[in-house]
């Protein structure tokens, strides 16, 4: 059974398109986070929900905007694509106390825009 | 504020040598340390943290890291490395009660055969 799961794992689409990549935990956790992963391997913090309520909310464009409809998921829709906005997206959850819990990471959606 | 500095990006080695990868850290702040791994295609996960006690803690695969408050650094060690090791490992940080954590840029173990 996977822990984190996220959909889609590659996503190609135009400059200038809407999307949105799907994240869900069967792990029982109360926070997700969204993290990017750039072509060099740097991964940052964009958003985390704890019970739904948006507690980080790093500087990105707010084309980005994350939606929580229970604790199990996190969605992440991205509206007017840009080429910059082409990277890894990974999803991941912990439990309760987050800030010395594990995090666990979903298999990343590549996103690629054209 | 927290950072993070990863003083390898790339580190070549032979199988069943030894390796250390290098992490250190900055912060005003008393913190929490982590070190993830990352194989090729797939999502991190964690080798070990470090919260508070002993300074030495052992992880999974036979990593362990060292935790010198001092030189505010969090070296990762393995005495003996395999093929399967090759991956991108990442060191982390976040604040005692705080809620992000900082990554470093990684740093690539190769193991050679």
């Known amino acids: ?114 | 504020a927290q950072s993070v500095t990863q003083l390898d990006s790339q580190v070549p080695v032979f199988e069943e040598a030894p390796v250390e990868l290098r992490c250190n850290y900055s912060s005003s702040v008393s913190v929490y340390l982590f070190w993830y791994v990352q194989y090729p295609n797939q999502g991190l996960q964690l080798l070990l943290k470090y919260l508070s006690g002993s300074t030495l803690v052992k992880g999974i695969n036979g990593f362990e890291a060292e935790f010198n408050k001092s030189q505010t650094s969090f070296h990762l060690r393995k005495p003996s490395v395999h093929i399967s090791d090759t991956a991108e490992y990442f060191c982390a940080v976040i604040k005692t009660g705080g809620f992000k954590t900082i990554f470093g840029a990684g740093t690539r173990l190769f193991v050679k055969a």
């Not at chain 1, 500087?59 to 910059?84: C, Q, Y």
């Open chain 1, 1 to 114: 059974d996977t822990a984190v799961s996220q959909t889609p794992k590659y996503l190609v689409t135009q400059m200038g398109n809407d999307k949105s990549i799907k994240c869900e935990q069967n792990l029982g956790h109360d926070t997700m986070y969204w993290y990017k992963q750039d072509s060099k391997k740097f991964l940052k913090i964009m958003f985390s929900y704890n019970n739904k309520e948006l507690i980080i909310n790093e500087t990105v464009p707010n084309r980005f905007s994350p939606k929580s409809p229970d604790k199990a998921h996190l969605n992440l829709h991205i509206n007017s694509l840009e080429l910059g906005d082409s990277a890894v997206y990974f999803c991941a959850s912990s439990h309760g106390d987050f800030n010395q819990e594990t995090q666990y990471f979903g298999p990343g959606t590549r996103l690629l825009v054209l």
